[in-house]
């Protein structure tokens, strides 16, 4: 047997006293997130869209390459020393390093950087 839900007025009541126990919460965390701007009552932000602030940074992605022999007994002294060793990407030596290499430059890491 199912048990006949309160009436109206005591839903609103509870709603209400829920709402006003809670209502410092919400506006605490509305208004002091740095990422989110503080909202009105109706969900829109406060002044509007020309008003939001952008507080996220301008970030570029700076790619690593590293230098990889064949790691084998036939790595010649010229590519033996650059194994393992990165640099930027388009920069440093870039293979064949001399006739019959068989080195390659492959990715490594990739970073964020704020841009000045």
Do not use: K
């Not at 709402?19 to 740095?34: D, E, F, G, K, W």
């Not at 019959?100 to 964020?112: G, I």
Request: include cysteine; glycine fraction near 6%.
């Amino acid at each position: 047997m199912r048990a006949t839900p309160p009436p109206a007025n005591v839903l609103f009541q509870r709603r209400s006293a829920y709402a006003h126990r809670h209502r410092h919460v919400v506006q605490a965390t509305h208004s002091r997130s740095p990422l989110r701007p503080a909202r009105s009552a109706g969900g829109r932000v406060a002044g509007g869209p020309s008003t939001r602030i952008d507080t996220t940074p301008d970030l570029e992605v700076v790619v690593w390459t590293a230098w990889r022999t064949a790691a084998d007994e036939r790595v010649c002294p010229v590519c033996g020393p650059l194994a393992g060793q990165e640099w930027l990407a388009d920069t440093g030596p870039q293979p064949p390093a001399h006739a019959n290499c068989r080195c390659q430059r492959v990715f490594s890491r990739a970073e964020y950087r704020v841009r000045p």
